[in-house]
Each structure stands twice: as C-alpha cells, then as structure tokens.
C-alpha cells in the first residue's frame, strides 16, 4: 500500500516566498501559505503534527472555535476556544482571514497572526475544510493547498468508530459530509492518499521541499550567490 501524491494542474504561478529547508530566515523572502484539508478521519492532524516536528520554519495557525473543547485539548495550543458572541464580534471586524461553520460550530483563522508570520519567513498551514480553502485562495492565490484523502470510505469508518469521540449518528453525519468534501479535491494543488501513514507524511514532506526549492522562492534567498556566479545575467 503506497500513498499516491499527484500534482493537480493549475494555471498559478508560484509566489516569491519561503525559506529553502534548514536556511536562517532571510529579510527578502517572506513565508508561504499553505491549506491542507482533509474529511475528519482522514488523518490530517496526525500527519501535520509530524510534519511539523521534522522541519524548520513552519508553523501550523491555531483557529479560533466556538465548539467545546474535547479531552486532552489545551487552549491555546489546540484552538482558540471562545464563545459565540465574541467569535461574531471578531468576525464583523474583519479579524478573521477565513471562517466557516461546521456541524454548528464556528471556525476561524485569525488573519493578523498569519501576516505576521509570513512577513518573518515562516511558512503557515490552515487546517481548514474546503469552504475555508476556497475563501482563502480568493484572497490570497498565491496559496498552495493539499488534499488529503483516506484510501476508501470503509476505512475512514473504521478511523472515525475507533476515535471513540462521537455517537453513531454522528458518525454517520461526518461519513456523508466526507463524501461530498471529496468531491473538491480538483481544487487543490496536490492529492495524498493517507493508507499507510509514514508513506503519506513523506510524500507530505515532499510537497513542502519541493516548494521550497521553486526558482521563485530560491532566487531570492540566493541572491548573493547567483549575482557572483551569474552576475547581471540572473535575470532577477
């Protein structure tokens, strides 16, 4: 079993932005925004928490919810846990880059917080649904975004009874959901197919070295080194 990664074709170019793998930030690149959605169950978190713990300069968005918190999450760390009217209040102010409702509850991204973390060099991920994903490439198209799939419906059933979190109805409401999320995957940049998990989290890492190492976010950082090499020649 092989997690399958295939780049979904896209008329974008790549925006001047990021640090190559284990460079100091450097003042002329600023970071890269990145989406990844997946349906619940998919193993989305699990993937990008081990993401997050073998590579520099990135950082996932911690998103603002009105849903209750459930055993083991930290404020904070986890989400944002606030309650309905101040969510509302922030999102009439324009504090919010992206918010959707899901199942009820509210969800957030606080747009401040990822600015700031771009303009740093840091490279951000939203962990949004599609809704959130589409609102965010609207404002900002230089976004590369990744859609995570499980390998079959079966599966995903499986993950989502073996969470032991929610009843049967609601697992059955997650399941229908998914099956209408995935019909969404063509607007995304990438695909990976999360069957065999260290299989997906390399092939995650993939993307986001491959990313980072595109003519428009190297040049940059590279300036120096091509202007000795090349020149006037560079072209940048």
Request: proline share 5%.
């Amino acid at each position: 079993m092989t997690a399958k990664s295939a780049p979904v074709s896209h008329d974008k170019a790549h925006p001047a932005s990021g640090d190559p793998v284990d460079r100091p930030a450097d003042s002329r690149v600023h970071g890269q925004l990145f989406v990844i959605s997946a349906p619940s169950g998919t193993g989305k978190t699990s993937l990008v928490t081990a993401l997050l713990a073998r590579q520099k300069q990135l950082k996932v968005s911690v998103s603002h919810t009105t849903r209750a918190p459930r055993q083991g999450e930290v404020d904070g760390e986890h989400y944002h846990f606030v309650t309905q009217q101040d969510f509302l209040e922030r999102q009439a102010a324009g504090a919010f880059l992206e918010s959707a409702d899901v199942f009820g509850n509210l969800y957030g991204t606080c747009s401040d917080w990822v600015d700031e973390q771009i303009k740093g060099g840091i490279d951000v991920i939203l962990e949004i649904d599609w809704q959130g994903a589409a609102q965010v490439r609207r404002l900002r198209p230089e976004t590369r975004s990744i859609f995570i799939l499980p390998p079959s419906l079966t599966v995903l059933e499986s993950r989502l009874r073996n969470r032991k979190s929610d009843a049967d109805d609601v697992v059955a409401k997650r399941l229908g959901k998914a099956s209408s999320e995935m019909t969404h995957y063509p607007e995304y940049d990438y695909l990976i197919v999360n069957d065999d998990f260290d299989t997906a989290l390399e092939a995650l890492a993939a993307v986001f070295l491959a990313e980072r190492h595109s003519l428009a976010r190297q040049a940059p950082a590279l300036a120096d080194i091509l202007s000795n090499l090349c020149g006037a020649n560079t072209g940048h």
